[in-house]
């Protein structure tokens, strides 16, 4: 999916599932539906299933915000 196409079906308060692709200092990376979110403070394992809530989406960076639902 596209960032255009993420963005027109998905809004804030939205609930994803997806996988985690990257681990950082400061949280985990995680890939759901082809657009990758960051999970700030979180440490799940890099492949892991996870269930996120994007809490804020930042169109003209092209970043979204989650946190475990």
């Given at each position: 999916?596209?960032?255009?196409?993420?963005?027109?079906?998905?809004?804030?308060?939205?609930?994803?599932?997806?996988?985690?692709?990257?681990?950082?200092?400061?949280?985990?990376f995680v890939e759901a539906e082809?657009?990758?979110?960051?999970?700030?403070?979180?440490?799940?394992?890099?492949?892991?299933?996870?269930?996120?809530?994007?809490?804020?989406?930042?169109?003209?960076?092209?970043?979204?915000?989650?946190?475990?639902?």
């Amino acid at each position: 999916m596209s960032w255009q196409d993420f963005l027109a079906r998905h809004q804030v308060g939205d609930v994803l599932d997806g996988v985690v692709t990257q681990q950082a200092p400061f949280g985990s990376f995680v890939e759901a539906e082809g657009c990758t979110g960051l999970a700030y403070q979180q440490t799940w394992p890099v492949g892991a299933r996870v269930t996120v809530r994007i809490l804020e989406i930042d169109p003209a960076n092209q970043r979204f915000s989650l946190a475990a639902a």
